[in-house]
């Protein structure tokens, strides 16, 4: 019986604990226990806290018990990557810089989550400082993918997609600046939204780089996705980039929205380098859509190939200026082999950044230092505008994309050493950060070797509900997600 | 646009407050070096007369109300301070 609770929806559990069939404390003892199992192997969590989960457990029993009207969430266990601020709980960034740090406030996402009366669950792993595509990154240690534990979960928001595959958690936040939601969720089988930017508040994640981060949720169904979002969605004050649009009862409009849509088929994401068995998959899902009736249409996105290397002017750039702050003065990893004040700086974030947060720093520094600006900061922000450009032209024309997410499933652990290498994991993934826009991932099979493949949908901005139908509608046909690994 | 070997890993280095040993320089430069060779094919682009965008959508004026709100209590901020003393976070002597 525990296996149907550790694999279930949040609509399935919330159906059982309303009809009180279940307590939220006997559903996060029965999670305790499947993390305590499976940790020694997958490594999802950075680290939990029992008594403390088990104490919000009960207090949403009391809440239900007093008849009182309960959030969307309410006693559901839900992980949040080590990035998303949750006072008197460790804020780490998976860094040596932050390993010792209690976060003195809740991020806006908190606050929405515990309104909604979810159980928060843990501190799950990631790429340090959320740089990397495979979660190899972490200072810490390395998280499995639950499908094969020699192989990664992507990144990187590893932990989080790890710890939903593997039934450490009903749901999960993650943030994606470059693809660190929806390729992690391709590679474990889950399916993985990136809202439009500014439609989640950043306040209270730390900052990668601010104009492409976006927290968002990790589910195992499109409904699911939608649920989260609802509660996570909104206006706040507290992030002046945050959007003052309606919030839409996703939910509901998962009903109402039937289709048949036309989408899009981006020429330049089905080239080279795609994985010949995702490519099939994805083929096959395309076959799906037009069968229900949808209008299947090419287009080009011309500026893809720039997309990799617009990234990694504007992301590094942005992170440069981000990552200043952790200097070891007022908080963080604070050197005690320095000189003087100066060397107080050099030490402290050497000793406290790993080697990709090092590389990422020095190139975006670089491409903003005198002499150097214009010929790549400046220009690759006008790249962007044209990258943005190619999108709104696509939608003129269809009502969502649809693409492979990552063009490999996932790896060996190690095998990509060469930083580019691993940069080519986000080239399906990386326009839409650049662009703003919503998309999601969702399973679409299993390779031979049974490794997840992911498919993705990209929708035009503000536009998430339509893009969950659009996802629905294939996954009610294909309910890939209920076929879960073996641990 | 400059090529890739213009990275003067040394000066920028020190832009970025961030030390590193021998092998460290050797590795990411070339590592670097890698990366910024890929990213030269943005010179190809015409970008005459766009503008840039510093991020996805116009966002302008955000204005919040001039009202004081409570901040965080000092205690709470001191507790991750690496050193503190008398409600202050303590530093290394800066100025003789």
Same mark, same amino acid.
């Given at each position: 019986?525990?296996?149907?609770?550790?694999?279930?929806?949040?609509?399935?559990?919330?159906?059982?604990?309303?009809?009180?069939?279940?307590?939220?404390?006997?559903?996060?003892?029965?999670?305790?226990?499947?993390?305590?199992?499976?940790?020694?192997?997958?490594?999802?969590?950075?680290?939990?806290?029992?008594?403390?989960?088990?104490?919000?457990?009960?207090?949403?029993?009391?809440?239900?018990?007093?008849?009182?009207?309960?959030?969307?969430?309410?006693?559901?266990?839900?992980?949040?990557?080590?990035?998303?601020?949750?006072?008197?709980?460790?804020?780490?960034?998976?860094?040596?810089?932050?390993?010792?740090?209690?976060?003195?406030?809740?991020?806006?996402?908190?606050?929405?989550?515990?309104?909604?009366?979810?159980?928060?669950?843990?501190?799950?792993?990631?790429?340090?400082?959320?740089?990397?595509?495979?979660?190899?990154?972490?200072?810490?240690?390395?998280?499995?993918?639950?499908?094969?534990?020699?192989?990664?979960?992507?990144?990187?928001?590893?932990?989080?997609? /790890? =710890?939903? %595959? $593997?039934?450490? *958690?009903?749901?999960?936040?993650?943030?994606?600046?470059?693809?660190? !939601?929806?390729? #992690?969720?391709?590679?474990?089988?889950?399916?993985?939204?990136?809202?439009?930017?500014?439609?989640?508040?950043?306040?209270?994640?730390?900052?990668?780089?601010?104009?492409?981060?976006?927290?968002?949720?990790?589910?195992?169904?499109?409904?699911?996705?939608?649920?989260?979002?609802?509660?996570?969605?909104?206006?706040?004050?507290?992030?002046?980039?945050?959007?003052?649009?309606?919030?839409?009862?996703?939910?509901?409009?998962?009903?109402?929205?039937?289709?048949?849509?036309?989408?899009?088929?981006?020429?330049?994401?089905?080239?080279?380098?795609?994985?010949?068995?995702?490519? /099939? =998959?994805? %083929? $096959?899902?395309? *076959?799906?859509?037009?069968?229900?009736?949808?209008?299947?249409?090419? !287009?080009?996105? #011309?500026?893809?190939?720039?997309?990799?290397?617009?990234?990694?002017?504007?992301?590094?750039?942005?992170?440069?200026?981000?990552?200043?702050?952790?200097?070891?003065?007022?908080?963080?990893?604070?050197?005690?082999?320095?000189?003087?004040?100066?060397?107080?700086?050099?030490?402290?974030?050497?000793?406290?950044?790993?080697?990709?947060?090092?590389?990422?720093?020095?190139?975006?520094?670089?491409?903003?230092?005198?002499?150097?600006?214009?010929?790549?900061?400046?220009?690759?922000?006008?790249?962007?505008?044209?990258?943005?450009?190619?999108?709104?032209?696509?939608?003129?024309?269809?009502?969502?994309?649809?693409?492979?997410?990552?063009?490999?499933?996932?790896?060996?652990?190690?095998?990509?050493?060469?930083?580019?290498?691993?940069?080519?994991?986000?080239?399906?993934?990386?326009?839409?950060?650049?662009?703003?826009?919503?998309?999601?991932?969702?399973?679409?099979?299993?390779?031979?070797?049974?490794?997840?493949?992911?498919?993705?949908?990209?929708?035009?901005?503000?536009?998430?509900?339509?893009?969950?139908?659009?996802?629905?509608?294939?996954?009610?046909?294909?309910?890939?997600?209920?076929?879960?690994?073996?641990? | 646009?400059?090529?890739?070997?213009?990275?003067?890993?040394?000066?920028?280095?020190?832009?970025?407050?961030?030390?590193?040993?021998?092998?460290?320089?050797?590795?990411?430069?070339?590592?670097?070096?890698?990366?910024?060779?890929?990213?030269?094919?943005?010179?190809?682009?015409?970008?005459?007369?766009?503008?840039?965008?510093?991020?996805?959508?116009?966002?302008?004026?955000?204005?919040?109300?001039?009202?004081?709100?409570?901040?965080?209590?000092?205690?709470?901020?001191?507790?991750?301070?690496?050193?503190?003393?008398?409600?202050?976070?303590?530093?290394?002597?800066?100025?003789?």
């Amino acid at each position: 019986m525990s296996s149907e609770l550790f694999f279930s929806t949040i609509s399935e559990l919330r159906a059982r604990l309303d009809s009180r069939d279940l307590s939220a404390v006997e559903l996060m003892g029965v999670m305790i226990a499947r993390t305590k199992a499976v940790e020694p192997r997958v490594g999802a969590f950075n680290s939990f806290d029992e008594r403390d989960a088990l104490a919000q457990a009960a207090a949403s029993d009391a809440r239900r018990a007093t008849g009182a009207t309960l959030g969307a969430l309410e006693g559901i266990p839900v992980g949040l990557k080590d990035v998303i601020a949750v006072t008197g709980q460790p804020l780490t960034a998976s860094s040596k810089m932050l390993a010792n740090f209690i976060s003195p406030y809740d991020a806006t996402v908190t606050t929405r989550l515990k309104g909604a009366g979810a159980v928060l669950w843990g501190r799950l792993n990631c790429d340090e400082f959320a740089m990397g595509s495979s979660t190899e990154n972490s200072a810490f240690h390395p998280t499995g993918n639950p499908w094969d534990v020699t192989r990664v979960p992507g990144g990187s928001s590893g932990g989080s997609s /790890a =710890a939903l %595959a $593997a039934g450490e *958690a009903i749901a999960t936040l993650g943030s994606d600046t470059g693809g660190s !939601i929806r390729q #992690p969720a391709a590679l474990c089988g889950v399916v993985g939204l990136k809202p439009t930017y500014g439609l989640v508040s950043r306040y209270g994640l730390i900052a990668y780089a601010s104009s492409l981060d976006q927290i968002g949720p990790f589910t195992r169904t499109v409904e699911d996705a939608a649920i989260v979002l609802g509660v996570i969605a909104g206006h706040d004050e507290l992030d002046s980039t945050s959007w003052k649009a309606a919030i839409p009862d996703y939910r509901a409009e998962l009903q109402r929205k039937q289709g048949p849509w036309t989408l899009g088929i981006p020429k330049e994401y089905f080239a080279e380098g795609l994985d010949p068995e995702i490519g /099939a =998959a994805v %083929a $096959a899902a395309i *076959a799906f859509y037009e069968s229900q009736g949808c209008r299947i249409k090419e !287009i080009s996105l #011309p500026h893809t190939q720039y997309c990799l290397d617009t990234y990694y002017i504007i992301a590094t750039a942005e992170a440069s200026s981000n990552l200043a702050r952790y200097d070891g003065v007022r908080y963080g990893h604070r050197s005690q082999q320095a000189k003087d004040v100066v060397d107080l700086y050099f030490k402290s974030r050497s000793e406290g950044f790993g080697a990709e947060v090092k590389r990422r720093i020095i190139l975006g520094t670089y491409v903003l230092s005198s002499g150097y600006y214009d010929a790549f900061y400046l220009r690759a922000q006008k790249v962007r505008t044209l990258i943005r450009q190619d999108f709104t032209n696509a939608f003129q024309e269809v009502d969502a994309l649809i693409t492979p997410t990552s063009p490999i499933p996932a790896f060996k652990m190690g095998a990509k050493s060469d930083p580019l290498a691993m940069y080519l994991c986000d080239i399906y993934t990386i326009g839409v950060n650049l662009a703003g826009l919503p998309a999601i991932s969702v399973p679409c099979g299993f390779t031979q070797g049974n490794l997840p493949m992911g498919l993705q949908l990209i929708g035009p901005p503000l536009q998430e509900a339509n893009l969950l139908a659009i996802a629905q509608a294939y996954e009610r046909a294909y309910p890939w997600s209920q076929r879960h690994p073996l641990l | 646009m400059s090529r890739a070997t213009d990275l003067n890993i040394d000066h920028v280095a020190k832009l970025a407050r961030i030390e590193l040993s021998a092998e460290e320089k050797t590795r990411y430069a070339r590592q670097l070096g890698d990366v910024l060779q890929h990213i030269e094919q943005l010179a190809k682009v015409d970008v005459a007369g766009i503008e840039p965008s510093s991020h996805a959508f116009a966002l302008a004026n955000v204005w919040g109300e001039d009202v004081a709100r409570p901040g965080l209590a000092t205690k709470d901020v001191l507790r991750n301070a690496p050193a503190h003393s008398e409600n202050r976070v303590a530093v290394p002597k800066i100025v003789d």
